[in-house]
């Protein structure tokens, strides 16, 4: 594995899952592979979980770890070509991602959707020229319309939780007062739809997801319905995919927010959110705060599917 942006990169799931808990057994058994190689962290956007567990992971591997927040400290940098650079914009990201790529032996990168213009978005053009121009092999710490090591983490988190081997996974909708990316919900979508997971999604009219990432999933739009019977209930908000609404909050409704009349509906189903999660809005207290919330051992996963990525990407090598 030489790039890991999607779940196509991680080949089969089967093995991707046998190999997260041996690492999980024993995280220390290949700090040999990562002696005197260094991975480079570059964050565009703030981060709690992907910044501390991806630097585990490395950590564990024997690795060498350099984080930049390109916005703190570093030169402002310009990522579309042809523009006249007589702005505040000093470095082109053209010269920068060489010269990073030069210092490192793997690149992480984190860079979110701008939510202004779709296309652009879903090109994917920062982590691609990252792809394109380091010469190192490049892995995604959410871009702009996936979060594939957080798919990842949620898919060893369910794995390990399930009591049956088709469990019913609902991914709903709940409200947020700012405009979110699609990128959590697009690659849930996209893992979920590589299992055989009965899986279902719901939101508002409005809200579609772009088709690519919806699959086969059921969608339906009635909340309550969608619960029923439900053995995991993912929670996030995204905001509009679709024309003319792109990137826009078309509701903050509470009524989709997760509480525990609707969690009585499900099968006694874990709640799931990849964090950080607006209290009250997405889920209520008593639903995050139950012994059926498994959004610490879902943020806990985070460091293992960083550890088989990374691993991965150092055997490519
Ligand atoms: N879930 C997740 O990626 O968290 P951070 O934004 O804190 O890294």
């Known amino acids: 594995m030489n790039k890991f942006t999607c779940v196509g990169d991680i080949g089969s799931l089967d093995m991707a899952i046998r190999e997260a808990m041996e690492i999980k057994k024993d995280r220390f058994a290949f700090t040999e592979l990562g002696k005197n190689k260094t991975l480079l962290m570059i964050f565009f956007n703030s981060s709690l979980r992907t910044r501390l567990s991806t630097q585990k992971a490395a950590m564990n591997l024997g690795m060498n770890v350099m984080v930049l927040d390109v916005n703190q400290g570093a030169w402002k940098l310009e990522t579309e070509r042809g523009v006249i650079m007589d702005g505040d914009k000093a470095e082109h990201l053209l010269e920068a991602i060489p010269v ?19 296309k652009e978005d879903y090109e994917e053009m920062v982590i691609e020229q990252f792809i394109k121009y380091s010469g190192r092999p490049v892995f995604s710490m959410e871009a702009a319309t996936r979060h594939p090591l957080q798919s990842f983490a949620d898919l060893i988190t369910i ?76 929670a996030k908000n995204w905001s509009a995919y679709t024309d003319p609404n792109y990137g826009a909050v078309l509701s903050t409704d509470r009524d989709w927010t997760v509480d525990s009349d609707k969690m009585a509906l499900t099968d006694n189903a874990f709640f799931m959110h990849c964090l950080p999660v607006r209290r ?29 990525v990374i691993k991965r990407l150092l055997e490519s090598l």
Request: charged fraction near 25%; hydrophobic fraction near 40%; glycine fraction near 4%.
């Open 100 to 118: 990073m790529g030069s210092y490192c032996d793997i690149i992480g990168v984190r860079s979110f959707a701008g939510l202004k213009n779709k």
């Open 280 to 308: 009250n809005m997405i889920v209520t207290d008593d639903v995050i705060e139950s012994e059926r919330s498994i959004v610490i051992p879902e943020a806990a996963n985070r460091e293992i599917s960083a550890q088989v």
């Open 159 to 234: 794995e390990e939780f399930k009591t049956k081997p088709r469990p019913k996974v609902v991914m709903t909708w709940a409200p947020h007062p700012k405009a979110l990316p699609q990128a959590v919900p697009n690659s849930f979508a996209e893992w979920m739809n590589a299992t055989d997971y009965d899986f279902v999604i719901t939101h508002p009219r409005g809200y579609e997801l772009d088709p690519k990432f919806v699959g086969n999933a059921v969608v339906e739009y009635d909340q309550r319905k969608a619960f029923e019977g439900a053995d995991f209930i993912y």
